[in-house]
């Protein structure tokens, strides 16, 4: 394969991943307004930024700080629905985290407009990779463990399982995405992202492409999961069917269970 | 509702009645709580909390549960580490 070839290839997975996340985000926005469930709008909104933000700067060569701008807003909105899913009253932790991300966005922004409209050196773009791992890593780390956590409580308990499947799936494509700006670190300052005819960015973009194709994949299965998987991992597992109580009847129950545990 | 059916056992295990008998009880709270309209995967992190401290609670009380204040904090408790089985569940 020629490297023409491999760039090439390289440029279907970004748009498979482009197109998996616009699909998946436009998929949680309507769930989320359907459900009102505002941390699902939430993440909805985030990753239909992504891919504006994307093809805003390489379609429509809106700049870098376009697509900056968009990848931020991707970044605080995934943090905001980690929080409001999974640590509503449970500590000032998921907000400290919350302002650490802000401020890493807002460093990312503002190296982003010395780039475009200051001096940009060599030594710039290190100290800009620099700060750009530790706020992906956060971002979603942060989701990663949020999910692992919830899975370790879930796990032993009497849920569906194609939900702990969720937290799992949701969990692991996190870790991965996690470090998905390490390649950045091996990008040769002032060559073109994914240029053909130098190997190391070659490399460096179909490292990224592969990484965030993988991501994108098992995330929007994670969210959009297809009738047939679910029947397949829900397959050993009887559902609880519920007999639909009237309120005295119910109430009458209780009472005499209640009564017998007294007697007993 | 998963988070419903959890919260549900472990009512079940506190105040010794049936499985079934406590996800009634904890679906009544809810209508009790923010009406019989509303899909019970609309139901909200802060609308389960207040339903379990004001109208499961005002039924456990009903019931002549003695230990009904410790049960409410232990539900609560609950529905804290468990909240994300209300998005996950519910997508």
Redesign the interface.
């Given at each position: 394969m020629t490297p023409e070839l491999f760039y090439i290839v390289f440029v279907i997975l970004f748009g498979i991943f482009i197109i998996t996340l616009a699909v998946m985000g436009i998929f949680?926005l309507i769930?989320g307004v359907r459900?009102?469930?505002i941390?699902?709008v939430l993440v909805g909104l985030a990753f239909i930024s992504l891919p504006i933000g994307f093809i805003g700067n390489f379609i429509f060569q809106l700049g870098s700080i376009f697509q900056e701008t968009f990848i931020v807003a991707c970044f605080i909105l995934t943090v905001i629905f980690t929080n409001l899913?999974?640590y509503?009253?449970?500590g000032s932790f998921s907000k400290i985290l919350l302002c650490t991300v802000i401020i890493l966005a807002c460093i990312q922004l503002w190296f982003f407009f010395i780039s475009v409209y200051g001096e940009w050196t060599y030594y710039l773009y290190y100290i800009r990779v620099a700060f750009d791992f530790p706020y992906t890593f956060i971002v979603f780390n942060w989701l990663s463990y949020?999910?692992y956590s919830?899975y370790k409580?879930?796990k032993s308990?009497?849920?569906?399982p194609w939900?702990k499947f969720?937290?799992k799936m949701?969990a692991i494509f996190s870790f991965i995405f996690s470090f998905h700006s390490i390649p950045e670190f091996f990008q040769p300052p002032g060559t073109v992202w994914g240029d053909p005819y130098n190997i190391v960015s070659l490399a460096v973009f179909g490292g990224t492409a592969i990484l965030v194709v993988v991501f994108s994949i098992g995330f929007s299965t994670a969210?959009i999961m297809p009738g047939w998987l679910k029947t397949r991992l829900n397959r050993n597992y009887h559902a609880?069917e519920?007999?639909d109580?009237q309120?005295k009847e119910?109430?009458e129950?209780?009472?005499k269970?209640?009564s017998q545990?007294r007697t007993l | 509702m998963d988070i419903i059916k959890h919260l549900a056992s472990r009512l079940a295990e506190l105040i010794n009645i049936s499985a079934p008998a406590a996800r009634g009880l904890i679906k009544l709270a809810i209508k009790d709580e923010i009406g019989p309209f509303r899909p019970l995967n609309q139901v909200s992190f802060n609308e389960f909390k207040s339903t379990i401290e004001n109208s499961l609670k005002k039924r456990l009380i009903n019931l002549e549960i003695a230990t009904h204040e410790l049960i409410v904090q232990y539900l609560v408790r609950e529905l804290t580490e468990y909240q994300s089985l209300i998005t996950l569940g519910g997508v």
């Open positions: 949680l769930k459900n009102k469930m941390n699902i899913t999974f509503k009253n449970r949020s999910a919830a409580l879930v308990q009497n849920i569906d939900i969720r937290y949701l969210w609880i519920d007999k109580y309120e119910l109430l129950l209780i009472k269970e209640l545990k | -």
